[in-house]
Each structure stands twice: as structure tokens, then as C-alpha cells.
């Protein structure tokens, strides 16, 4: 069973960064792919980005390519999203995952989710 907490989630301005953390339990973090998704008021849960096992492959949504990274520290347990010149539609439930399918973009595929952090995108 692999435990994740987020953090670093909070209200900002448009335009502005923030920087979610996932924090594993499992100390072998690095057998599972990790992904990131979000989820806003009445809307389905959607993906935002992965990361393979050892950070060599990442995928992104379209709609944060180019504006959000994904990396991953394997010795520390732990998993980071970027989040660059954040929008008003970016204002979600950020959700971490671990999962063993790679490439992994469908909320199915993964087996363990942490309980959110709030991303609130001001105008």
C-alpha cells in the first residue's frame, strides 16, 4: 500500500507559479509511474501529466504543455509539479497517483491516489 500526500497547493493570481508536492510512503516509489490530475467543480477528474519510473519519459495534457513540468526525486519518495503562468481555468483539486502502466493518462490505471491539494486561480 503506497501512501501519497500533496502539498503546495493555495490562491494565487493569474500569471503566477505554484509548486505541488506528492510525498510517497513507500520507499520503493520508484517501481511505480506517477501522475498527476485535477479535478474542478462538476467536471470529471482529467489528467495533467506523468512521469515514468526513472523521470526518463514524461507526457503532459494539452492544455499545460509548454506551462507545467513534472519531475521526480526517487531518494526522497517524492514527486513535483510546476505550474507556470497559472489561469483561471486551472483552479482544481490536484491530485497525485501511483500506478504500473506507462504510458498512463486514464485515472483507471492508476492504484493509489493521494487526497488532493486546492489550486484556486484568481483573475
Known amino acids: 500500500q503506497v501512501q501519497l500526500v500533496e502539498s503546495g497547493g493555495g490562491l494565487v493570481q493569474a500569471g503566477d507559479s505554484l509548486r505541488l508536492s506528492c510525498a510517497a510512503s513507500?520507499?520503493?516509489?520508484?517501481?511505480?509511474?506517477m501522475g498527476w490530475f485535477r479535478q474542478a467543480p462538476g467536471k470529471e477528474r482529467e489528467f495533467v501529466a506523468s512521469?515514468?519510473?526513472?523521470?526518463?519519459?514524461?507526457s503532459y495534457a494539452a492544455a499545460v504543455k509548454g506551462g507545467f513540468t513534472t519531475s521526480r526525486d526517487n531518494a526522497k519518495n517524492t514527486v513535483q509539479l510546476q505550474m507556470n503562468s497559472l489561469k483561471v481555468e486551472d483552479t482544481a483539486v490536484y491530485y497525485c497517483?501511483?500506478?504500473?502502466?506507462?504510458?498512463?493518462?486514464?485515472?483507471?490505471?492508476?492504484?493509489?491516489w493521494g487526497q488532493g491539494t486546492q489550486v484556486t486561480v484568481a483573475s
Open positions: 513507500e520507499h520503493t516509489v520508484s517501481t511505480y509511474v
Open positions: 512521469i515514468s519510473r526513472y523521470g526518463a519519459r514524461t
Open positions: 497517483a501511483a500506478g504500473e502502466s506507462n504510458p498512463a493518462t486514464v485515472p483507471s490505471q492508476y492504484d493509489f
